[in-house]
């Protein structure tokens, strides 16, 4: 979809026609959701936290400004919000849900060899470098849309990447 046809479907939207959001939905879904993914110990968890995240990009939808940021920026925005929001929500219960599965190091056993090496160099990170890489290596984002959707300047995205390669070297030569 492009950025007319975007903002046609929100202008749509705006006006009051709901079935106009369907294309917007499409058009982000599988980005949103394999973002979701990298979050979260299951499938079913992603695709609860997707879902929140498309029910709240249709609410604020009257608040998206293009000046501030682009559509998939401000989409990201509100995806993280919502991963963290989810997050906060299990450590508040102290437990986690019977059928939640606790992430580890082979946890994409089933995946391909390199997937899991990815995994295992990923690991130690914190949340937010694990985001950072996800959001620039995996996802393709530039650093000023990084900065965007985690609301440090770009010089601090730009340090912080610079920072995380060096660290995944030296990860990735302790465990390969």
Not at 60 to 77: C, E, N
Not at 147 to 158: D, L, M, N, Y
Request: aromatic share 10%.
């Amino acid at each position: 979809m492009n950025e007319t046809q975007l903002h046609n479907q929100i202008q749509s939207v705006l006006r009051g026609n709901p079935d106009a959001f369907e294309p917007i939905y499409l058009a982000y879904i599988q980005q949103v959701y394999r973002y979701c993914r990298g979050h979260m110990a299951n499938d079913h968890d992603a695709e609860d936290v997707t879902a929140q995240v498309f029910l709240k990009v249709y609410t604020l939808l009257p608040r998206f400004s293009p000046q501030k940021s682009s559509f998939r920026t401000w989409v990201y925005q509100i995806s993280r919000t919502v991963v963290i929001d989810y997050a906060r929500s299990l450590k508040s219960l102290h437990e986690l849900p019977e059928d939640h599965e606790v992430p580890h190091k082979t946890h994409f056993e089933h995946q391909v060899e390199a997937r899991m090496t990815v995994e295992q160099i990923l690991q130690p990170l914190r949340f937010d470098e694990r985001e950072l890489c996800w959001l620039r290596w995996a996802e393709g984002f530039s650093t000023q849309e990084i900065a965007g959707i985690v609301g440090r300047s770009e010089a601090a995205v730009k340090m912080h990447l610079s920072r995380l390669r060096t660290t995944l070297r030296s990860l990735e030569s302790t465990t390969v």
